[in-house]
């Protein structure tokens, strides 16, 4: 079945950059998604990439994709008090529908 | 569009009673989702429709659960009878396609004492 793997817990200092990264097990992963949480609230879709895609960029963001070794990293540049929040990877794979999402990362930024 | 909205966004119920969630997914997408989030747990998934019908319930823990789809615009998740350990946030979400990203709602958090 699907497996998907996140570290538990960053911590930066606001204005560095955050790495959050992400392993999973599942080779015909079609979709991997990057979602925020914060407290109290639902998930929030942040990004997503294709497996055909080796990286993408949206502003403050940019995923990596390393389909060979199936690890995702999400780059969050300028890191703010405001990302503090518990990330989520996700996959999506051609025959089951729904996401498998991974056991989340909090971030948390020092000001 | 207003996304997906769940109601209520808090309920708590003793043990033994039956309790409902509900669920509006966004107008147009046909795959819903129901998830439940614990810390133990993370986030798993219950059980997901398509075009109203389910396709995948393996993720259902019991027979006190059960999911309904009767239209497009509406789904509800009922525990019958309620137990501590169900307490838990749930969440539905919606998708267009079975290929796009999930939107998530609030979430309902249940606390069963």
């Known amino acids: 079945g699907e497996d998907v793997e996140q570290s538990l817990f960053l911590s930066v200092r606001e204005g560095d950059s955050s790495v959050i990264n992400c392993t999973y097990t599942d080779s015909s992963s079609t979709y991997l998604y990057w979602y925020k949480q914060e407290p109290g609230a639902g998930l929030q879709l942040l990004t997503y990439?294709?497996?055909?895609?080796d990286m993408k960029q949206d502003q403050r963001l940019t995923v990596l994709l390393n389909k060979k070794d199936k690890h995702l990293s999400l780059r969050i540049a300028d890191t703010q008090t405001g990302d503090s929040a518990i990330y989520f990877c996700a996959e999506r794979d051609t025959g089951r529908r729904a996401l498998t999402f991974g056991s989340g990362t909090r971030l948390q930024v020092q000001p | 569009d207003a996304g997906v909205i769940q109601s209520p966004r808090h309920e708590v119920t003793e043990m033994g009673q039956e309790v409902t969630l509900r669920c509006k997914p966004i107008?147009?997408?046909?795959?819903l989702f129901w998830y439940r989030q614990t810390m133990m747990r993370g986030l798993e998934l219950l059980i997901y429709?398509?075009?109203?019908?389910?396709?995948?319930d393996s993720g259902m823990p019991e027979d006190r659960f059960s999911a309904k789809m009767p239209n497009a615009s509406f789904s509800t998740l009922k525990i019958q009878p309620s137990e501590p350990r169900d307490s838990a946030v749930y969440f539905c979400?919606?998708?267009?396609?079975?290929?796009?990203?999930?939107?998530f709602g609030q979430g309902t958090r249940l606390t069963v004492v």
């Open positions: 979400a919606s998708s267009l396609g079975g290929g796009t990203a999930a939107f």
């Open positions: 990439i294709f497996s055909n895609m």
């Open positions: 107008s147009g997408h046909d795959y």
């Open positions: 429709f398509n075009n109203n019908v389910p396709i995948d």
